[in-house]
């Protein structure tokens, strides 16, 4: 398992640290405004409607599915980069092993 490069690994992490910063305020932005948008459209609904029916109406208007498809990208683009960390983390902590075990063995 010669061929993990923990450097690279780490350099991985620094150089996207930004990118996955980007992604996961994207996401909350997103998950947010959904709540923000779903007031501003019962608001725009008829007052007389009942709370519930204001909140259907709502909930099907094209705008929120739209931002409910932006809620899904954020959450694809902010997942890929986590996962990706994680396997770079984990690569560090293989050679960490390994290296800890070729230690080991040497003193033997």
């Known amino acids: 398992m010669s061929d993990i490069d923990p450097i690279a690994a780490a350099e991985f992490i620094q150089t996207n640290a930004e990118k996955m910063a980007k992604a996961k305020a994207e996401r909350i932005y997103v998950s947010e405004y959904k709540d923000s948008l779903k007031a501003i459209l019962m608001k725009e609904i008829n007052g007389d409607s009942s709370v519930a029916q204001q909140s259907r109406e709502a909930l099907a ?8 498809k932006g809620l899904k990208e954020a959450v694809v683009v902010e997942e890929t ?25 040497a003193r033997l």
């Open 61 to 68: 208007d094209q705008r929120y599915l739209d931002c409910l």
């Open 81 to 105: 980069l986590r996962w990706k960390f994680v396997a770079a983390q984990a690569k560090i902590e293989i050679w960490r092993s390994f290296e800890s075990s070729r230690r080991a063995e």
